[in-house]
């Protein structure tokens, strides 16, 4: 393979070598037209799939196995050919990497020649100056040494070139025939070509029987910079990376075997890891560019496909590198913050485009479904990646103030101009908002960018950071202080106007600061994470008052907070910290009661009593004038295991049942009846334990409960009646007591309909959301809205449920025993009296039904003997029950706010 390219021959001694007769390159389009084979074969396998789908889903029965079953052999030999070809490609491509070392070798060897030939070889000329003058002895020695060191170095070199370059290239090009002969079924091979880099990053993907973490990373990552079909990287900045990337689309591929790098990044390559960020990410605002359609999020596809798989390594249990780091950083920034926020706008808008085209879809529902995948194709893998970057479990920071630019101006983003001077949100004419020619609508500065941020993140499918999402929970709630203050300046500013007739449009004004939702949709996000939307409720070391700017905000859409209130004080055994943090909704809620009946929409309050109905033993416990409120871990009322639990003050425990029972009629009845339930849940678990201590404690415990409710209830009473007389409002009180037996009864008997079985703690969950059907549709027959003598619900409920009889106190807790009972299996069902309780279909009677029979009240009051009969022998007290609710019921333990008690 030599050559003499100057210099001739002298004395036997060759010149320069010459390269490899075939240049690297030639051979490099070889192996590319080879591995592209493989995507011909894939593009027929899949029109073979596509062609054979309508042909699978018009067969059944007999014929469906077979029809399902023919596409399989030619799937599998598609995968072969896929493989043979992308492994062929990969061969030959290693073999044209051999041939660009050998060439490097050659051009260092020929270096050395011109180097050493620059300088004569390294030996000296040095005649003899007169008057010895010049002799033809030392011109002739002097040649013979420098033919003699020309010879010496060429024959070094030629050696070098022989043992080294030669033999490693020969030895490459009989390695390539042997893997070429055995094909892509010999595993050692595939890792050997992948780990020189002569395979697509992708290999895993095509041989999936292989191993691949068997090689090394770095090594790969190092080769593939050897094999000179990349630039130089430590001669080039970012910018120039990012230039040469744009120009050689193909070799991305190749760079990306820079994220798999680990430890931390030298300077070069972090240069080529952001360089390769911002060239997917200039994919995605290149897309974004676009008209909304299938182009554009090709190119969001193609520029999220490396984000979406490092979310894939995180999710398979590995830890952010800070080479994948690196790049999040890049990536988020090189989008920036005003194209991520209107990443789901353009998802949504090109899904409605694409499916212009296709038939008509008169219930949307293709359409839906279309749009759901994309947005998990498209925006989930952008969301998931800002939320793996905000965990420090996973590698990341959560941080804000280190997360990347676009992230923290997105989360820390203003809604509206100021004014200099007074500090006002308002635009360059003194108004809050502004008029957007473009658009023909007001605007808010600010506000589509947050939504669409929000609306962005509530993509993802994975937690980030408590950190982190702290502060996109503390951001909802300034935007929504910010659209307040927003619509505040509106008012004032408009409401002359409007009082005159003039300016009508200024009205579409006030709607666009009425648009909370993407501080309600980033709150909703939040709550995903139960321990930040705990300390959301609870407050932290830097913001206390989270709460109170949570519940008192005027929301338009109340969900977001809904569902902090639901997170935050789900009940678990363990969790303490929930329980504090329903604590701290039941003291701020009671404290201010009519503060938040004016502020709170109607579905905030139905969390609000939620989070009373799921602590609802909270309120059975011995509470004492100035007994501190505390949260903690304690045996539960029947004296088991330990478990998270509440004990409130006096005062905290009527401050917030006292908010229930001024929260309305229906609300109040929902309230007190799944209080029913729970009682007779407990009864029913104490009376099948062994012994009856715990039923004594029982009994205590929901007496008290009892009390509670009904002492709320008649104080609330006394002051929406002027304190009018108190047989009037005690009547009144036994009217709610009723209407929440009632409900509770209602929806018992649906939930056995519906479910065939009641279990404990199944109907009062059930009594905890206001939303469901079975609650609300009991609440609306039993308490329907004004009637046309318009009277008042409380008027009504007493006459629909009841027929103007009022179920007294005893006769509440004997009917709620007979259910305990009944449920326990400790009736006697020979005893005729008691056979009277049920009926013909052998179950107890509803309320209704016993009411309507005048000796049902004398057999309710006989409940005490019948303990004593059948089976059970217990003999136990019911007056215990009594005590305890009349002894909270009469205000013995009711406290005004000084701490002096009241009566009632």
Do not use: C
């Not at 270096?111 to 002739?140: M, N």
Request: proline share 4%; aromatic share 6%.
């Amino acid at each position: 393979m030599t050559a003499i390219r100057e210099g001739g021959r002298s004395g036997g001694v060759a010149g320069e070598f010459d390269p490899y007769p075939v240049s690297a390159f030639q051979v490099w389009l070889v192996a590319e037209a080879v591995s592209q084979t493989g995507g011909d074969v894939e593009r027929l396998g899949d029109d073979v799939s596509g062609a054979h789908q309508p042909a699978q889903q018009g067969v059944a029965g007999l014929l469906a196995v077979p029809m399902v079953a023919a596409e399989r052999p030619i799937h599998d030999r598609v995968r072969r050919w896929l493989a043979s070809a992308v492994f062929a490609g990969g061969a030959i491509r290693w073999f044209g990497d051999a041939i660009h070392d050998y060439d490097q070798g050659i051009e260092g060897l020929n270096q050395r020649w011109r180097d050493a030939q620059a300088s004569d070889f390294g030996v000296s000329y040095d005649p003899p100056t007169p008057p010895d003058g010049f002799t033809r002895a030392y011109e002739e020695a002097h040649a013979a040494e420098l033919s003699h060191a020309r010879r010496q170095l060429w024959l070094e070199l030629e050696t070098d070139r022989v043992s080294r370059l030669e033999s490693t290239l020969d030895d490459i090009a009989d390695r390539v025939a042997r893997m070429l002969a055995a094909g892509p079924d010999d595993e050692d091979s595939v890792l050997m070509l992948f780990q020189a880099g002569a395979l697509p990053i992708a290999a895993p993907v095509v041989f999936g029987s292989v191993d691949f973490s068997k090689t090394d990373p770095e090594l790969l990552y190092r080769n593939l910079l050897r094999s000179g079909r990349l630039p130089d990287v430590d001669a080039m900045t970012e910018d120039e990376l990012f230039a040469w990337l744009k120009d050689h689309p193909a070799e991305a591929e190749l760079l990306s075997a820079a994220l798999l790098l680990p430890g931390e990044l030298s300077a070069a390559d972090k240069r080529v890891v952001k360089a390769l960020a911002r060239y997917d990410a200039w994919h995605v605002e290149r897309g974004l560019g676009l008209v909304a359609g299938s182009a554009g999020l090709a190119l969001i596809g193609s520029g999220s496909q490396r984000l979406a798989g490092i979310n894939t390594q995180l999710a398979a249990g590995d830890s952010l590198s800070p080479a994948q780091r690196t790049y999040l950083h890049a990536w988020y920034d090189g989008v920036g913050a005003d194209n991520l926020a209107a990443l789901d706008d353009y998802v949504t808008q090109a899904t409605y485009a694409e499916m212009a085209g296709l038939p008509a879809d008169p219930y949307g529902s293709v359409a839906e479904t279309r749009l759901a995948e994309n947005r998990d194709r498209f925006l989930a893998p952008v969301a998931d990646g800002i939320m793996n970057l905000s965990n420090p479990q996973l590698g990341g920071t959560d941080d804000l103030a280190k997360m990347p630019r676009a992230i923290q101006d997105l989360v820390t983003i203003h809604i509206g101009g100021m004014d200099p001077v007074t500090g006002a949100p308002v635009d360059e004419f003194g108004l809050p908002v502004g008029f957007s020619p473009d658009l023909g609508s007001f605007t808010v500065a600010g506000l589509d960018q947050y939504n669409g941020f929000a609306s962005l993140l509530s993509r993802t499918t994975v937690l980030g950071g408590d950190e982190f999402t702290l502060a996109l929970g503390e951001s909802a709630l300034r935007v929504k202080e910010e659209l307040a203050a927003i619509e505040q300046q509106g008012l004032i500013v408009m409401r002359p106007r409007l009082v005159l007739g003039m300016d009508e449009p200024y009205q579409v004004l006030l709607n666009a600061v009425s648009d909370d939702s993407g501080a309600s949709t980033m709150l909703s996000l939040v709550a995903r994470n139960q321990d930040v939307a705990t300390t959301m409720l609870i407050g932290d070391d830097d913001d206390d008052d989270l709460l109170p700017r949570l519940l008192g905000a005027r929301w338009y859409d109340d969900q977001g907070a809904i569902d902090i209130l639901g997170s935050g004080t789900a009940r678990t055994p363990d969790g303490v910290a929930q329980a504090e943090a329903a604590m701290k909704v039941m003291q701020e809620v009671g404290g201010r009661r009519s503060h938040y009946l004016f502020t709170m929409t109607e579905g905030l309050e139905d969390a609000v009593i939620d989070v009373g109905i799921v602590w609802m033993d909270t309120f059975g416990h011995d509470s004492h004038p100035r007994t501190d409120s505390a949260a903690g871990m304690s045996p539960d009322v029947l004296s088991r295991d330990s478990q998270a639990g509440i004990y409130l003050s006096a005062d905290d425990r009527d401050g917030f049942l006292e908010f229930i029972a001024a929260s309305g009629e229906g609300q109040a009845a929902r309230f007190r009846a799944a209080s029913v339930v729970y009682s007779e849940e407990l009864l029913v678990t104490a009376l099948t334990d062994p012994g009856t201590q715990s039923v004594e404690s029982v009994l205590r415990h929901i007496g008290r409960l009892d009390g509670a409710i009904s002492a709320a209830d008649f104080n609330v009473v006394m002051e929406q009646s002027a304190h009018r007389d108190v047989t009037e409002t005690m009547a009144a009180v036994d009217a709610r007591r009723a209407g929440g037996v009632a409900l509770a009864a209602e929806v018992a008997l649906s939930a056995v309909g519906a479910a065939g079985s009641v279990k404990s703690g199944g109907i009062s969950m059930l009594l905890a959301s206001v939303a469901d059907p079975l609650v609300s549709s009991a609440i609306d027959e039993l308490f329907p809205s004004e009637d046309e003598q318009g009277r008042s619900n409380l008027e009504q409920a007493k006459d629909h449920a009841y027929n103007d009889d009022r179920l007294s106190a005893l006769s509440q807790r004997n009917y709620l025993m007979v259910v305990a009972y009944d449920r326990a299996g400790l009736l006697d069902r020979d005893d005729p009296s008691i056979q009277s309780l049920y009926g013909p279909d052998g179950n107890l009677k509803t309320y209704q039904e016993l009411l309507n029979n005048e000796n049902i009240l004398q057999h309710l009051m006989e409940l005490e003997d019948a303990q004593d009969s059948g089976a059970n022998q217990a003999g136990l007290d019911a007056n215990m029950y009594d005590q305890e609710r009349d002894r909270i019921h009469n205000g013995s333990w009711t406290s005004d706010r000084d701490g002096d008690r009241v009566y009632g």
